[in-house]
């Protein structure tokens, strides 16, 4: 993506397609996200979205959920600790992770969902996420066809583009560690 204003505007988009899902499929989607202290002025800092699209037959799905609940878990507990004497993110960087708020649903996503999640894995990786397919629109094609060739679990980075497929844990945590470092 060349145009900077890209990613947020996937981003907002996302967020009415997520908020009408969680209208209309309520009993498919769970929201984890923990409570943010308010800053000095009031105002509440806007928690990075991670959405599991979650097969719950799946064993590598259930994974992928535990570890997401674990690590969003610690995150939110971290993150409630006196800061002002606490010295780990000086001491161990690497331990230190931002809240984010996670999003597990078992629907579907999308067209425009999927469209967004293929530009953010790349095209080497689009088999990874559509069964069979080898281009975007040949991926889009068989999903309007059968929303049942997106392979689950794919663990989605909204604000900062970034996708996971599958169940690769080194991956899905580089990538959740990488939201503590763009916000520092």
Do not use: C
Request: hydrophobic share 35%; proline share 5%; glycine share 4%.
């Amino acid at each position: 993506m060349t145009d900077s204003g890209a990613p947020e505007l996937h981003y907002r988009l996302h967020r009415i397609a997520l908020h009408d899902a969680e209208l209309t499929q309520d009993k498919h989607t769970t929201k984890i996200a923990p409570q943010r202290p308010a800053t000095m002025f009031g105002f509440r800092k806007t928690l990075d979205i991670v959405t599991v699209f979650h097969k719950a037959s799946s064993p590598a799905s259930v994974r992928v959920v535990n570890l997401l609940k674990q690590v969003s878990a610690n995150a939110a507990a971290g993150a409630t600790e006196d800061q002002a004497s606490d010295h780990s993110v000086q001491t161990s960087p690497k331990t230190s992770r931002a809240d984010f708020e996670l999003n597990i649903t078992e629907d579907p996503p999308t067209a425009d969902q999927v469209k967004t999640i293929l530009e953010y894995v790349g095209k080497s990786k689009i088999p990874s996420i559509i069964k069979g397919a080898s281009t975007e629109q040949d991926a889009l094609k068989k999903f309007q066809q059968n929303a049942e060739v997106f392979q689950r679990p794919v663990t989605v980075d909204w604000n900062n583009g970034k996708a996971v497929s599958g169940e690769s844990e080194s991956e899905i945590l580089k990538m959740i560690n990488a939201l503590s470092n763009e916000k520092s």
